[in-house]
């Protein structure tokens, strides 16, 4: 897998391991000697007063201090979270906040799936067409998998970005399917890198290193 200087990283759906791919990426990157920064500006489902355990995680990867620029404790889509407490996302000022902590190497998490809504008239494709960056796809290796990672890619490449590449996470219960999506996709999708990742245990530094490796590796 190429590493780009900007990497905008997608999932087909919500809890498809997205965290766990970047904090992977970026724990390889940083034990390699690169400056990188992994980041997520937006969050729901936030316990109060923190930034997240997806930023925490970004954090043990990258070795810089967990933080998003906007957090919301309600586990909703962030248009509805934000309005909830009376408050709307600013595109301009999450964009700002991102190209002030970009590094050599930028990893940049958006939330939920391709076209969730951040505030009104934009979503998570415009984080990311703000970002200008080619977008690394991730989807959890599952009965449903193949028609949503089209979908996404479909979704990314009419909006004029590059995909990156794909990584299917481990399953969560084991299935027929799972051991035939990783060589349909790689069928159905030719021009694309695709990568199976291995289970990672949780807050283990080591081993998201070791797994981010083998990523940008294979």
Do not use: Y
């Not at 969050?43 to 998003?68: Q, R, W, Y």
């Not at 404790?73 to 999450?94: F, K, M, N, T």
């Not at 939330?111 to 080619?134: I, M, N, Q, Y």
């Not at 030719?190 to 990523?215: C, E, N, T």
């Amino acid at each position: 897998m190429r590493v780009h200087p900007r990497l905008f990283i997608t999932g087909t759906d919500t809890g498809v391991g997205k965290s766990v791919v970047t904090a992977a990426l970026a724990a390889a990157l940083a034990d390699a000697g690169v400056a990188v920064r992994a980041l997520k500006p937006i969050a729901s489902g936030v316990e109060p007063g923190t930034a997240g355990e997806d930023a925490g995680l970004l954090a043990l990867a990258d070795h810089h201090p967990a933080e998003t620029a906007c957090a919301f404790e309600a586990p909703l889509s962030p248009h509805l979270a934000a309005r909830d407490v009376g408050q709307v996302l600013d595109r301009e000022a999450i964009r700002a906040w991102v190209l002030a902590r970009c590094a050599a190497v930028t990893l940049l998490e958006g939330v939920g799936g391709w076209t969730v809504p951040l505030g009104p008239g934009w979503r998570v494709s415009d984080l990311a067409a703000d970002f200008g960056a080619p977008v690394l796809v991730v989807a959890r290796n599952r009965l449903g998998v193949i028609n949503h990672t089209l979908l996404t890619v479909e979704a990314i490449r009419a909006s004029g970005l590059t995909v990156a590449g794909l990584v299917l996470t481990p399953p969560e219960a084991a299935e027929p399917s799972v051991h035939r999506n990783a060589h349909a996709l790689r069928e159905l999708l030719p021009d694309l890198s695709v990568r199976a990742m291995r289970w990672v245990p949780p807050w283990d530094r080591a081993a998201l290193a070791s797994a981010g490796r083998a990523l940008l590796l294979g």
